[in-house]
């Protein structure tokens, strides 16, 4: 796959999208792009993005379509009504990278394989650096001839990038993810509040364990953000509450409990209620300032 002779169309243009739009360009490949409110995509279209004024623009004028959009009723509104594929081109390759529910991945792949249409599931891991850096963790469901065929695409936006299977299972990998990440943003939090209220210097604290079996990707990188009062979204707290009620339905569906993913999302919930949902997870320290 060349990328100046292969068009990328892009939907959604927040947090996560800018960084991964940006790379996409840096690596030669044309890119299309629309969000709903397009004054949000303007530095975008100055980098050389071009705009188009609908999701029927982006899906007929591009070979690859990729989404990241806010929860399952967004992706759901632009895939299925009327909207990417009814106006994408056979052959096209399209790719939600939204954090959504396998099921919806499964139905979609379903409609766009009827329309000689290739869908796979990636949603990704790493937060707005990962997608800033070129770093995401991708995680990939749907055919994997589409999977290979589009790879260079991947590898823009992404290093660690892994096939999971059938469709679907790019979600459920993630769900996975989330759950990990919920308990250990649990863990992080309340051990900084241990350390606080111990006395200790927190800051110190961190250089002892960031690198010990404590270690972990949310401790190096939301751990000093916590410790800096700097509570601004890498990934916003309405998001990862979406998520884990994701992950909680489906486990409910399998027939598996998940005490502590049902705890954290009880305690993201109350951060919340008090007005913190468009805070970073990182923000779930303050239920300890309390």
């Given amino acids: 796959m060349q990328a100046e002779k292969t068009i990328i169309g892009f939907i959604g243009t927040g947090v996560m999208g800018q960084g991964m739009i940006r790379n996409l360009l840096k690596a030669g490949f044309p890119v299309n792009i629309y969000t709903r409110t397009k004054a949000k995509a303007d530095a975008l279209i100055s980098e050389g993005a071009e705009w188009k004024d609908s999701v029927a623009e982006v899906s007929a004028a591009s070979d690859v379509v990729i989404t990241i959009v806010g929860y399952p009723k967004d992706v759901e509104e632009v895939y299925l009504e009327n909207g ?42 790493g937060g707005d650096t990962g997608a800033k850096n070129g770093k995401l963790s991708i995680m990939v469901g749907g055919e994997e001839a589409a999977f290979h065929q589009i790879r260079p695409v991947f590898e823009a936006m992404g290093e660690n990038i892994v096939y999971q299977g059938g469709a679907g299972r790019g979600q459920h990998t993630k769900m996975t993810n989330q ?42 990188n939301l751990g000093p953000r916590i410790l800096k009062g700097d509570f601004a979204p890498g990934f916003y ?54």
């Fill in 84 to 125: 990417i594929l009814a106006h994408a081109k056979e052959g096209t390759v399209v790719i939600d990278m939204t954090t959504s529910s396998p099921s919806l991945a499964e139905r979609i792949y379903q409609e766009a394989k009827a329309k000689g249409i290739a869908a796979l599931d990636a949603p990704v891991s």
């Fill in 179 to 220: 759950i990990l990440i919920a308990g250990g943003m649990l863990g992080l939090c309340e051990a900084f509040a241990y350390a606080d209220r111990a006395g200790l210097d927190v800051e110190q604290v961190l250089k002892s364990v960031a690198t010990g079996a404590a270690g972990s990707f949310s401790l190096s």
């Fill in 237 to 290: 707290v309405k998001h990862f509450i979406k998520d884990m009620t994701i992950a909680l339905d489906e486990a409910e569906k399998m027939g598996l409990l998940t005490p502590g993913l049902a705890l954290a999302k009880q305690r993201y919930e109350e951060l919340a209620e008090m007005g913190f949902e468009n805070d970073g997870t990182q923000a779930l320290y303050k239920l300890y300032q309390k």
